[in-house]
């Protein structure tokens, strides 16, 4: 049955099919949308356009048709990542009708990962290349708690109220648990077209593990009541990658990909100990998570015999995580349901290497950077608009204050290749980030 099926049934027993949620713990989302390997990372993730190693599969199928042998390819990876807490407590300053003075503290929930994210194996056939794959997608996992935000309002008589030890207006705290495990298994054919293109597409099963959950603490005058937000599930779909590689000349290859990714069911729910005003009722619905699309175009130059310069746009289409979002917040403005949303970004890849042809084993030597805009989930409505009913009564709404930290975040990596005559390859690059850090290992061996 497929899933247009399974949401008709589910919409026959009253219950909807819907997308990604608001919930707290799943802001900022990170998935693995770069090519594989280290020689990838140390270009900067700018492998697109040339694709010339059994990572092709991932970084641009077409690229199989490069390898004139049997390939295999490995990764090992370690990765910190910081998990900052924008919001992780303090206060709201209350100035005027419309405009506040947000004075937070920040905290981290550094999680530390080793895996083994990337398996592939090519074979040539005449003008013919067959692939076979394993990418893990996503592995993130984050843990924290944040505390009461006091809002300082202004009162009936415009004179602003900033007792915290009798004020029980605050943005409440919370417990917020994320996990997603997705892993993704597949096959990839290529094949020529002339001795100048190439055409490939790559296909492959995948399953996610997700788990996102917030419990919130609504204190009240007399006592503090428990919302559970929780957003679980198990399932599997299909994705898959089509590349397109040109070589109008020895020294230039322009690639195209386009990656469809999969959707997965989870189960949404809401439950509180006891009825709350500005809370939704208790429910349970079924929703939709969709890893974003993407497209990317690569360019490959090699101006000098030991000089490769890469350059990869990548366009990523996170609004799809957003479309017909599940809400757990019920806030209305105006009529108007006051939800999230997310921009579709271009990330920007560059890199160069340099080869050391006169060594017995030639050593190589890589340099890359690459842009991650923005892409956290933002109100639709403005962050100022913190606070609504009359000004003698007013309540927080459940809402993120990313917008107020928006800031593209700017990668840069360092990587090394030592090749074995023509059958085996090491590669090694570390990549620096604001808020993370990561070092791979990689081979290719080829027979």
Same mark, same amino acid.
């Given at each position: 049955?497929?899933?247009?099926?399974?949401?008709?049934?589910?919409?026959?027993?009253?219950?909807?099919?819907?997308?990604?949620?608001?919930?707290?713990?799943?802001?900022?989302?990170?998935?693995?949308?770069?090519?594989?390997?280290?020689?990838?990372?140390?270009?900067?993730?700018?492998?697109?356009?040339?694709?010339?190693?059994?990572?092709?599969?991932?970084?641009?199928?077409?690229?199989? =048709?490069?390898?004139?042998?049997?390939?295999?390819?490995?990764?090992?990876?370690?990765?910190?990542?910081?998990?900052?807490?924008?919001?992780?407590?303090?206060?709201?300053?209350?100035?005027?009708?419309?405009?506040?003075?947000?004075?937070?503290?920040?905290?981290?929930?550094?999680?530390?990962?080793?895996?083994?994210?990337?398996?592939?194996?090519?074979?040539?056939?005449?003008?013919?290349?067959?692939?076979? *794959?394993?990418?893990?997608?996503?592995?993130?996992?984050?843990?924290?708690?944040?505390?009461?935000?006091?809002?300082?309002? %202004?009162?009936?008589?415009?004179?602003?109220?900033?007792?915290?030890?009798?004020?029980?207006?605050?943005?409440?705290?919370?417990?917020?648990?994320?996990?997603?495990?997705?892993?993704? $298994?597949?096959?990839? *054919?290529? @094949?020529?077209?002339?001795?100048?293109?190439?055409?490939?597409?790559?296909?492959? @099963?995948?399953?996610?593990?997700?788990?996102?959950?917030?419990?919130?603490?609504?204190?009240?005058?007399?006592?503090?009541? =428990?919302?559970?937000? =929780?957003?679980?599930?198990?399932?599997?779909?299909?994705?898959?990658?089509?590349?397109?590689?040109?070589?109008?000349?020895?020294?230039?290859?322009?690639?195209?990909?386009?990656?469809?990714?999969?959707? @997965?069911?989870?189960? $949404?729910? %809401?439950?509180?100990?006891?009825?709350?005003?500005?809370?939704?009722?208790?429910?349970?619905?079924?929703?939709?998570?969709?890893?974003?699309?993407?497209?990317?175009?690569?360019?490959?130059?090699?101006?000098?015999?030991?000089?490769?310069?890469?350059?990869?746009?990548?366009?990523?289409?996170?609004?799809?995580?957003?479309?017909?979002?599940?809400?757990?917040?019920?806030?209305?403005?105006?009529?108007?349901?006051?939800?999230?949303?997310?921009?579709?970004?271009?990330?920007?890849?560059?890199?160069?290497?340099?080869?050391?042809?006169?060594?017995?084993?030639?050593?190589?030597?890589?340099?890359?950077?690459?842009?991650?805009?923005?892409?956290?989930?933002?109100?639709?409505?403005?962050?100022?608009?913190?606070?609504?009913?009359?000004?003698?009564?007013?309540?927080?709404?459940?809402?993120?204050?990313?917008?107020? *930290?928006?800031?593209?975040?700017?990668?840069?990596?360092?990587?090394?290749?030592?090749?074995?005559?023509?059958?085996?390859? *090491?590669? $090694?690059?570390?990549?620096?980030?604001?808020?993370?850090?990561? $070092?791979?290992?990689?081979?290719?061996?080829?027979?």
């Amino acid at each position: 049955m497929n899933r247009f099926m399974v949401c008709l049934l589910l919409l026959g027993m009253g219950t909807l099919c819907l997308a990604q949620h608001n919930n707290r713990s799943a802001r900022d989302l990170q998935f693995r949308f770069g090519n594989p390997g280290a020689r990838s990372q140390g270009f900067g993730g700018a492998f697109i356009g040339l694709a010339d190693d059994a990572t092709a599969p991932v970084a641009n199928p077409a690229g199989m =048709l490069r390898t004139a042998k049997r390939s295999m390819a490995f990764e090992v990876n370690y990765e910190r990542q910081d998990n900052e807490i924008p919001f992780y407590g303090g206060t709201i300053q209350q100035q005027n009708i419309f405009e506040f003075d947000f004075n937070f503290t920040e905290s981290e929930a550094p999680e530390n990962t080793f895996q083994i994210p990337y398996l592939a194996v090519v074979f040539p056939k005449n003008n013919m290349r067959y692939g076979f *794959f394993l990418h893990q997608q996503a592995n993130l996992k984050r843990s924290y708690s944040t505390e009461p935000i006091t809002v300082c309002h %202004l009162r009936a008589d415009f004179y602003p109220f900033c007792d915290q030890d009798d004020n029980p207006l605050a943005f409440n705290p919370s417990t917020d648990e994320l996990d997603i495990q997705m892993l993704n $298994a597949g096959a990839s *054919f290529a @094949f020529g077209i002339g001795d100048r293109f190439s055409m490939g597409v790559s296909l492959f @099963f995948s399953q996610m593990d997700y788990r996102a959950d917030s419990s919130i603490e609504f204190r009240q005058v007399l006592d503090t009541v =428990l919302v559970e937000k =929780l957003a679980r599930g198990e399932d599997e779909d299909f994705g898959g990658i089509i590349g397109l590689l040109w070589r109008p000349a020895q020294e230039l290859s322009i690639g195209l990909t386009y990656k469809s990714q999969p959707e @997965f069911e989870y189960t $949404a729910q %809401l439950r509180k100990e006891q009825p709350l005003p500005r809370v939704p009722d208790d429910f349970s619905k079924i929703g939709l998570f969709k890893v974003p699309d993407s497209l990317g175009i690569g360019v490959s130059i090699t101006p000098l015999d030991n000089v490769t310069i890469n350059v990869d746009a990548n366009r990523v289409y996170y609004s799809q995580i957003t479309d017909e979002l599940l809400d757990f917040s019920g806030v209305v403005i105006e009529d108007q349901l006051v939800t999230q949303t997310m921009a579709d970004v271009t990330e920007i890849h560059v890199g160069m290497e340099w080869v050391f042809l006169n060594l017995a084993h030639p050593l190589s030597l890589r340099v890359g950077y690459w842009l991650d805009p923005y892409h956290a989930a933002t109100n639709t409505v403005a962050d100022s608009q913190i606070l609504e009913g009359d000004t003698d009564r007013p309540a927080v709404r459940d809402i993120f204050f990313l917008n107020l *930290f928006e800031e593209d975040e700017n990668h840069y990596s360092l990587g090394l290749g030592w090749s074995f005559g023509t059958n085996l390859q *090491f590669d $090694a690059a570390v990549e620096v980030a604001d808020s993370s850090k990561s $070092a791979t290992v990689s081979g290719i061996y080829r027979f």
